[in-house]
């Protein structure tokens, strides 16, 4: 039986994940966690997802978003330079760790 996992909205069977009705292959997938709790810090990444978005509107977009405190942020890593940010309650933390080192060793598994 393939390895199953979920969090969010995203799922893990076997070698790839399913998401909002797509499906991804799991192999050079990275993903990490991380915390809200900063409302002032804007980032490069955000500035160039969003601009990765929209060249425009995207860029400022992506400038202005922001993490919420009480939220915990799982970010999917796409070999392609693409991603996906699933946001929870900061409550969920464990859950997404937990989700997160399952993908990343399946990731590692399916590169072999």
């Known amino acids: 039986m393939p390895t199953k996992a979920a969090f969010a909205g995203m799922v893990l069977e076997g ?3 399913r998401y909002a009705g797509e499906v991804y292959r799991v192999a050079g ?4 966690v991380d915390l809200g709790g900063t409302h002032s810090r804007t980032t490069a990444t955000r500035v160039v997802l969003g601009t990765a978005i929209n ?4 860029t400022l977009i992506g ?3 922001k993490k ?3 939220y915990v942020y799982l970010t999917v890593e796409f070999p392609n330079g693409g991603q996906i940010v699933l946001e929870s309650k900061a409550n969920y933390e464990i859950l997404a760790r937990d989700f997160a080192a ?3 060793s399946a ?3 399916a590169a072999r």
């Open 29 to 32: 997938v990275h993903v990490s």
């Open 63 to 65: 400038a202005m978003a």
């Open 107 to 109: 990731s590692r598994a």
């Open 15 to 17: 070698k790839v994940l």
């Open 55 to 58: 060249a425009g509107s995207g």
């Open 68 to 70: 919420q405190t009480g």
């Open 102 to 104: 399952a993908v990343n």
